[in-house]
């Protein structure tokens, strides 16, 4: 059974730091891409940034490009966003996601991440 | 940067209705569409994947098809466990993006 788990998510002030992580298990983990994906309260999903199965080639949204570090360690079946810089408008929950192709097939349930002083 | 336009926004049916959910692409992007579902307090679900292929253990009333820069999610009789809010999400190019959603609610 494939399962995502997140974690790391919290309450930071403005201009802070959080690392969140997704831990994979069920499926091979160093096969895939992962996504993190996040939705403000109340609104819909944004997509943040992707990493390919290796960890060579990375992506990221307009609005967290050099803020934002997505990484993995294959050895930990482990997917990380380094947040820096943070913003009110960074708040909301962050989702990870396994990537196929055509879309993202397996979710975690979620980190809320709160930026506010 | 690709923007999808979702329409409508708000959706309200009754059981048994037939719905259809509309995604326009400022661009084309062949058929690399998805659709998601979420209800309240979860996890988005993928329903179909490149714009028309039913995802396994979905039922058979959502379908999809499209391809470019027009797509339609459909559910051919609207069930209880149907309302919520539906997604799409282009995988053409990136920076990848989603439409701002449709929530059906109960007529």
Redesign the interface.
Known sequence: EVQLLESGGGLVQPGGSLRLSCAASGFTFSGYSMSWVRQAPGKGLEWVSDITNGGGVTYYGDSVKGRFTISRDNSKNTVYLQMNSLRAEDTGIYYCAKRIRNGADYWGQGTLVTVSS | ?IQLTQSPSFLSASVGDRVTITCRASQGIN????W?Q?TPGK????LI??AS?L?SGVPSRFSGSGSGTEFTLTISSLQPEDFA?Y?C?Q?NT????????TKVEIK
């Open positions: 940067d058929t690399y569409l998805a998601y979420q996890a988005p679900k993928l994947s490149a292929s995802q809010s997604y999400q995988l990136y920076p990848l993006s989603f439409g701002g959603g």
